[in-house]
């Protein structure tokens, strides 16, 4: 069985500044896959980010990218340059090779301000 | 942008009612997934279905639920009768394969009176 664990409940950021989402994660499986979600207030889950176990490289895209740690089982979410667009939840997710389901944390709400 | 779409996106409905919620998966996708979000927790997985019959359910997903993929293009989820528990968020999603980036939808809002 697979287990994300989000510690952070909320963040608070300043608009530009750079900001972590903390995700660790427990699995039995040697490979699986590790994403990042954003849901903003008006409900609709959007992909951010996603970075396989097997990568070499942590993951990035645009603004966001994944602090990828193996050997501690964390993979957080790092924002730089924090826009007020930014102000939703995010959850960690991840899924076992070979499978789809999804297995989400809790979520964190990130709050940017001007 | 290919995108999936849910209908509705609000229902209410009485406790004991059938209720269905409908999914138009992006074309080309094989894999469909209902996950639900029950107010302020966490998003939950329901079913996979791929080649039309179910891949994965969860334990959540009891005989109240079914799901159908009744044409080419729409996948649904039945909840028979239904409970003020099932009262939350009901998100489709479908992949291209069965790994990697799923796409949701906008979700559907179920309140159960």
């Known amino acids: 069985a697979q287990k994300i664990t989000q510690t952070q409940p909320g963040m608070f950021v300043q608009e530009k500044e750079a900001v972590t989402l903390d995700c660790t994660y427990d699995?039995?499986?040697?490979?699986?896959?590790l994403f990042w979600y954003k849901q903003p207030s008006s409900g609709e889950m959007i992909f951010l980010i996603y970075?396989?176990?097997?990568?070499?490289q942590n993951a990035t895209e645009g603004r966001y990218s994944l602090n990828f740690q193996k050997a501690r089982k964390s993979a957080n979410l790092v924002i730089s340059a924090s826009q007020l667009g930014d102000s939703a939840m995010y959850f960690c997710?991840?899924?076992?090779?070979?499978?789809?389901?999804?297995?989400f944390g809790k979520g964190t709400m990130l709050l940017v301000s001007p | 942008e290919p995108e999936v779409t849910q209908t509705p996106s609000h229902q209410v409905t009485q406790m004991g009612q059938e209720v269905i919620l409908r999914c138009v998966p992006i074309s080309n996708h094989l894999y469909f997934y209902w996950y639900r979000q029950i107010l302020g927790q966490k998003v939950e997985f329901l079913v996979s279905f791929y080649n039309n019959e179910i891949s994965e359910k969860s334990e959540i997903f009891d005989d109240q639920f079914s799901v159908e993929r009744p044409d080419g293009s729409n996948f649904t989820l039945k909840i028979r009768s239904t409970k003020l528990e099932d009262s939350a968020m009901y998100f489709c999603?479908?992949?291209?394969?069965?790994?990697?980036?799923?796409?949701f939808g906008e979700g559907s809002r179920l309140t159960v009176l």
């Open positions: 997710a991840m899924v076992p090779k070979g499978y789809s389901t999804l297995t």
């Open positions: 970075q396989g176990s097997y990568d070499q």
């Open positions: 699995t039995s499986d040697p490979s699986y896959g």
């Open positions: 999603a479908s992949s291209r394969g069965g790994k990697g980036e799923l796409f």
